[in-house]
Structures are given as structure tokens and as C-alpha cells.
């Protein structure tokens, strides 16, 4: 059975060793750092959606809801004559 070795502290390997594993944390880190972006993206595009759903919604409403003010007060007219 082999043994493996530890690099020596301050040795070139375990320099090198250590300069992988960061550089590993790092990408890691930058990974997870643009997963959260694009989900905060996504979560933003969603709601902008959303709101201009509503916006269209809200302009809809007022449009009937003038037509219907409009209605009333031709109805009320022609009752009046």
C-alpha cells in the first residue's frame, strides 16, 4: 500500500497545492456568485412582467370605468327628456 505524501509547509508542492485549492474556492465562489446574479435577474425580469401586466390591467379598468360614467350619464339624460 502506498502512502501519500504531504507536501513539506513552504515547499514548492505544497505552495502549488495551496494555490489549486484557492483557485478552486474562487471559481467556485465566482460560480455561485453569477447563479445569484441570473436569479436575481430572472427574479426582476419576472416582476417588471408583472407590473406591466398590472399597469395594462389598471388602464383597462379606467377605460371601462369611463365608459361605463359615460353611459350612465347618457342613460340619466335620456330619462330626463
Not at 456568485?33 to 419576472?46: H, I, N
Not at 390591467?57 to 350612465?72: D, P, S
Amino acid at each position: 500500500r502506498r502512502s501519500r505524501m504531504v507536501p513539506a509547509e513552504g515547499s514548492l508542492a505544497a505552495l502549488r497545492a495551496a494555490t489549486a485549492a484557492y483557485e478552486e474556492r474562487r471559481a467556485a465562489d465566482e460560480a455561485a456568485a453569477l447563479a445569484r446574479a441570473e436569479a436575481e435577474r430572472a427574479a426582476a425580469s419576472e416582476l417588471n412582467e408583472a407590473a406591466r401586466a398590472l399597469s395594462d390591467f389598471e388602464q383597462e379598468l379606467t377605460q371601462a370605468r369611463q365608459n361605463f360614467t359615460l353611459r350612465v350619464a347618457v342613460c340619466d339624460t335620456l330619462q330626463l327628456d
